[in-house]
């Protein structure tokens, strides 16, 4: 079966999350176990897409993908129709689904079950996955030792929650790293984060030529492990910085209580993070080390997340920019070299008559993306409800809005507050090709990103771009130091949650014509030069053949 | 509580009663004792006596007790048949329930309640003298002292102490904490984006308030759910937490409920003198929050003149005036255009202090002159 005919997929799972292909009774050793985090296939999206396009662009290598996931009832149906080079599909969870809660027969009998485990289990001491956790919460040095224990996997998640070994370690934390917190918090934050590593490492390891996750964290650790434990090498590709990411998160997480009373922070002249915030933290920090630590090849994005991971330890030599890439062709024809504006005021008197028929139709604005908080769709719609008070707009909103509901109904609620409804309306999911051929501007107001795709698929249908200043925006937009930057602006950025910025952005793109019609062929040029599907694909060809062949696969 | 001073200024009688415990001072009039069923109320003690004696001569025995009831029960219903023509129906059936309740006692206080009647007012306690201000401890002080504002935390400070106060703002809410978050925002810098999402979590937590406001209002609109409802809005915008471009949008649906609020307020005329004032203190506070002191002002001036001196809200209504009157002569002319530049960033302007100590926040604001204008 070809790459093009990829196949309608119900994933069905067989006991221990392996997907059951019919088409392939005999499992095969695949060259590429990707581990992803919750995304693939499951979920649409830039991570989602780029794994589905770099699985599609290379018919030759076999994958494996492996999906973490948070608990059996996160994922319902797959968003992708999986490749035919796709062998297996497998799902490991961090949690166990939620239990109905038991009457009192049940919970005597259970009660007894737990107190005879208890018994029985006599925690050795010398369990190496325990000396692993301590090395991580207590000791700053990442070896081969460290990730050695981790993958000994003798640690089972019952006999970490009822050993003896242990109680004494969350002991020893507690007095080292959160003296002054209940110990209640600290036990209940201590089982929350390590359960679901136990239950990742004592999963067993799929036969791979090479691992590659695609970012740091539980997916990261896992390569590392598995990597160690077959000798086989192990990348890691990061699209956003997950260590980052985690600590906004962890910084506002209301699940985690903040110390309160504490005698030390009495002197303090500023708050500081409560232990358990720093705990979490840390423990975040060493699983991107880690993963960094035994990488062969850490690839990033742009030079912008490439200072982030050297900040955060990744060495220097290994890391390699790999930006995101399109095809040129897929957005519909490319623009005449002298592009005319479809829509908007020519100024200065210079109007051609397809300008002036034009002009009477309002700038078609695009949102191209899901409907979801990390967009700040609201923003967007803030943003044109301002310019529309100034001009006439079309605004469009295409992505899928059923990812988040109540974020979708919010969006809506909120245009119908400002009486926009027939000026900004939601389109739905399309095809690349129909996107932009509809529209004139393309504007991304999200507060976080990576490097956007809809950016190049923009620039590629010659088409400026108003964003907002995250992830590797900016770089796209101004162009990156060098040949790069003399290409000129391909669009306008603004501040993140500014409606007023964004606004005034549209406005000027709407009364300049000139200035959409530079931007626009400057995205092209950049798009040409730098951001091009195939090279994207050489690159992660060249890269795969090296970690594949780095030594004979020892059945 | 009943006011002793205006119980004491009558003359009382000597057969006044006063309940000491309650607080309460009671009298009895003269004619009303004269009125009293006195000899169906002996006959009933009469009769309540010999149930006594029947029961305790009885020694236990089943009869003798049903003898007791039988008799108690006669009792009862002589005080119900021969005070008819001297007890209204109301005061019958008590003096009844006591008799029944308490054997033989009952009569004494069934006589102590009918021969008395509450003589008080009712009024506000004495206000309690006024606490001494508490002399802060000397640690706090100092590390008051020395603590760094929190924008110059903001900025300077290592990562992990800016997430912190970051979050610590993002709990507050109030329009010091959203004021910096904005201005945080505004910088563009690594922490613009946590300021974003913290302004966000907020916004997001107002408009679901606002949405089951709107639902309450549908459900059961009364005057009170109108104003609750404009209130929060007030609040949002006092706050800062509405962006300025949905100022106007809001404004205009807080008013409306005003509007709702005062026309249910019609419909209840026992109400209506403190639901008005209610009203229009949180109208004022509202075109306040939409920059529009002098529409506040005239608001404020409206509601003083018709309200009495006696309602609580007067106190705030006028300290809302001084500061319409204030906002109203420094700047009248509003803002109408979003697309006209701000006077300055926030953070130009103004500089909070928000101290972290032994877990209390303590929060000041100063403000200052842009530096052109100084020139």
């Known amino acids: ?555 | 509580m009943i006011n002793a001073s205006a119980a004491a200024s009558r003359q009382p009688s000597s057969r006044e009663l006063s309940n000491s415990r309650s607080g309460a001072e009671c009298r009895t009039e003269s004619d009303q004792l004269a009125r009293l069923p006195v000899a169906a109320l002996a006959i009933s003690v009469g009769i309540d006596l010999a149930a006594l004696a029947v029961a305790v001569a009885g020694s236990h025995r089943p009869l003798s007790f049903l003898a007791a009831a039988g008799l108690h029960a006669a009792a009862v219903a002589v005080v119900l048949l021969l005070a008819a023509d001297r007890l209204a129906g109301s005061r019958r059936t008590l003096v009844a329930a006591m008799i029944f309740t308490l054997p033989v006692v009952g009569v004494g206080l069934s006589l102590l309640s009918l021969g008395t009647e509450p003589g008080g007012d009712l009024a506000e306690p004495a206000p309690p003298a006024p606490e001494e201000p508490k002399l802060p401890d000397i640690r706090r002080v100092r590390s008051v002292a020395g603590a760094l504002p929190a924008c110059e935390i903001l900025m300077v400070a290592p990562l992990d102490e800016r997430r912190a106060t970051l979050a610590a703002l993002a709990r507050r809410g109030d329009a010091n904490a959203v004021a910096l978050l904005r201005w945080l925002v505004s910088t563009g810098s690594e922490m613009a984006v946590e300021a974003a999402l913290a302004l966000d979590e907020l916004g997001t937590a107002f408009e679901a308030d606002l949405a089951r406001r709107r639902a309450q209002l549908a459900q059961e609109p009364t005057a009170a759910a109108a104003r609750a409802g404009a209130a929060l809005i007030a609040l949002a915008l006092e706050n800062g937490i509405v962006e300025p471009t949905m100022v106007k949008v809001l404004a205009e649906e807080a008013r409306e409920w005003l509007a709702r609020a005062s026309a249910l307020g019609k419909q209840q005329p026992r109400k209506k003198n403190s639901d008005d004032a209610a009203t229009t203190l949180v109208r004022a506070r509202l075109e306040m929050a939409a920059m529009m002191p002098g529409a506040a002002l005239a608001i404020l001036d409206q509601g003083l003149a018709g309200a009495s001196a006696s309602n609580p809200t007067v106190k705030q209504m006028t300290v809302l005036r001084k500061e319409a009157s204030l906002l109203a002569h420094s700047d009248g002319q509003r803002r109408d255009s979003w697309s006209a530049a701000p006077p300055a960033a926030v953070g130009d302007q103004m500089m909070n202090v928000i101290a972290y100590v032994g877990g209390d926040e303590i929060s000041a604001r100063f403000f200052f002159e842009p530096f052109a204008q100084k020139e």
Not at chain 1, 106 to 127: C, F, K, N, V, Y
Not at chain 1, 266 to 277: N, V
Not at chain 1, 340 to 353: C, I, Q, R, V
Not at chain 1, 388 to 394: F, K
Request: proline share 8%; net charge neutral; aromatic share 8%.
């Open chain 1, 1 to 555: 079966m070809s790459v093009a005919e990829a196949r309608p997929l119900e994933p069905v799972f067989d006991e221990n999350g392996w997907f059951q292909d019919d088409d392939e009774p005999a499992p095969r050793v695949a060259d590429v176990c990707l581990l992803v985090e919750g995304t693939y296939p499951f979920v649409s999206g830039g991570v989602s897409s780029w794994v589905h396009d770099i699985i599609r662009g290379m018919p030759e290598r076999t994958f494996d993908v492996l999906n973490i996931g948070s608990h059996a009832g996160a994922f319902t149906k797959p968003r992708y129709e999986l490749p035919s080079n796709v062998l297996t599909l497998r799902c490991l969870f961090c949690r166990d689904e939620e239990l109905p809660l038991v009457g009192h027969a049940e919970r005597t009998e259970l009660d007894q079950h737990i107190r005879s485990h208890r018994r029985g289990a006599s925690q050795p001491s010398s369990s190496r996955v325990l000396n692993a956790i301590r090395r991580l919460h207590l000791d700053d040095r990442i070896d081969d030792a460290l990730v050695a224990d981790l993958a000994a996997g003798d640690l089972g998640v019952p006999t970490f929650l009822h050993g003896g070994a242990s109680f004494d370690l969350l002991l020893e934390i507690g007095q080292h790293l959160a003296p002054v917190t209940s110990f209640l918090d600290l036990f209940w934050q201590f089982r929350a984060m390590h359960v679901p590593l136990l239950r990742l490492l004592s999963a067993p390891t799929p036969a791979a030529r090479c691992y590659h996750a695609v970012s740091t964290g539980y997916a990261g650790l896992l390569g590392a492990v598995w990597g160690l434990r077959t000798g086989r090498p192990f990348a890691v590709t990061e699209h956003g910085i997950y260590t980052r990411e985690r600590e906004m998160e962890l910084a506002r997480a209301t699940w985690i209580r903040d110390d309160e009373g504490a005698p030390d922070r009495l002197s303090a002249f500023a708050p500081t993070p409560s232990a358990l915030r720093q705990l979490w933290a840390r423990f975040f920090r060493k699983l991107a080390t880690v993963a960094y630590h035994r990488a062969s090849h850490i690839i990033t994005l742009s030079e912008a997340n490439r200072r982030k991971q050297i900040n955060d330890g990744a060495p220097a030599a290994k890391i390699q920019i790999v930006p995101n890439g399109v095809a040129l062709a897929a957005t519909g024809p490319a623009p005449p070299p002298g592009p005319e504006p479809a829509h908007g005021p020519a100024p200065h008197g210079s109007a051609t008559p397809s300008e002036t028929a034009a002009a009477a139709a309002p700038l078609r604005v695009g949102f191209v993306g899901r409907v979801v908080p990390i967009k700040d769709v609201i923003t967007f719609i803030k943003a044109c409800d301002l310019a529309l008070r100034e001009m006439p707009l079309d605004v469009r909103i295409i992505g899928p809005f059923d990812e988040e509901p109540t974020y979708a109904a919010r969006c809506r609620a909120l245009i119908k507050m400002l009486g926009r409804e027939d000026s900004i309306r939601f389109l739905g999911p399309m095809p690349p090709a129909l996107i932009y051929q509809q529209i004139d501007v393309i504007v991304l107001t999200s507060y976080s990103e990576g490097q956007p795709l809809v950016i190049l698929e923009a620039y590629a249908a010659g088409i400026p771009v108003v964003a907002t200043d995250v992830g590797a925006c900016r770089e796209m937009i101004e162009g990156m130091p060098g040949p790069d930057q003399a290409l000129g602006p391909s669009g306008l950025v603004t501040r993140v949650a500014t409606p007023r910025d964004t606004a005034a952005a549209l406005l000027r793109l709407a009364s300049d014509t000139l200035l959409r019609r530079r931007l626009g062929r400057a995205g092209r040029a950049r798009v040409t030069a730098h951001y091009q599907r195939h090279d994207m694909l050489e690159s992660y060809r060249a890269l795969y053949r090296t970690l594949v062949e780095a030594k004979p696969w020892q059945e």
